[in-house]
């Protein structure tokens, strides 16, 4: 299980969207606090390998914290915003919504990223 300095943001780097989040986050990020690896590179493949079982067969991004903690979809999401330079970090208060409205939205958005 990961337990380094920096989180890992796993995207799907077979999808022009997910590959575009995933440089919108390099671009605004700090090095030190996000990792970004593609789920089908070698290394993806091989995290994916330990991915909890509640979050097997998800279609997602997924955020892995520096204490080896999973999370999915919007909860991926509104804690990677919070690790952007400003003014993206206010942007995780959208982590105060219920998850299910959050994820309807997220699951909405995903179904057009093909």
Not at 2 to 28: P, T, Y
Not at 53 to 77: M, V
Request: net charge positive.
């Amino acid at each position: 299980m990961h337990m380094g300095k920096s989180s890992i943001v796993l995207f799907d780097d077979q999808c022009n969207k997910c590959s575009r989040w995933a440089e919108f986050i390099r671009r605004r990020g700090q090095v030190s606090r996000i990792t970004l690896i593609g789920q089908n590179s070698p290394d993806g493949v091989e995290i994916m390998k330990a991915i909890p079982k509640r979050l097997e067969g998800l279609d997602s991004i997924f955020l892995i914290s520096n204490t080896g903690e999973w999370y999915s979809k919007s909860a991926a999401i509104w804690r990677v915003c919070g690790k952007l330079r400003f003014p993206w970090p206010l942007a995780s208060a959208m982590a105060l919504l219920p998850w299910p409205i959050r994820d309807y939205f997220y699951d909405v958005y995903a179904r057009m990223r093909k």
